[in-house]
């Protein structure tokens, strides 16, 4: 099960924005999932080498309000970017993902 977060804007309790944070997309609380690693890499940030794994993801959803600048979060609570959606079937029975860990939503 994964759940799908968006990034939203947090207040106090006055009104005033303090923070960028994630919270959960209405309705992709709890979504069924297959998740296969697809291969590692590295990325090159700040002249440091990171680690990047990337994933297959498989949501068992016909159709879901998702973006690219969304992130999944897996029982685990391990956080993946979202890189690509689309139905590779065309049948509207799945959403098909590309997502990776150790990205920028980390």
């Given at each position: ?10 207040v106090d ?18 979504i069924a ?62 959403i098909n ?10």
């Amino acid at each position: 099960m994964v759940r799908i977060e968006r990034k939203s804007s947090i207040v106090d309790g006055y009104g005033n924005p303090i923070a960028d944070g994630w919270a959960v997309v209405p309705g992709l609380e709890r979504i069924a999932a297959a998740i296969a690693a697809q291969r590692g890499g590295e990325e090159v940030r700040s002249m440091r080498a990171s680690g990047i794994d990337r994933f297959d993801v498989t949501l068992r959803i016909p159709v879901a309000d998702i973006t690219i600048g969304d992130r999944m979060i897996d029982h685990n609570d391990a956080a993946y970017d979202i890189l690509w959606i689309g139905d590779l079937e065309g049948r509207g029975r799945q959403i098909n993902v590309t997502a990776q860990r150790g990205g920028l939503n980390d």
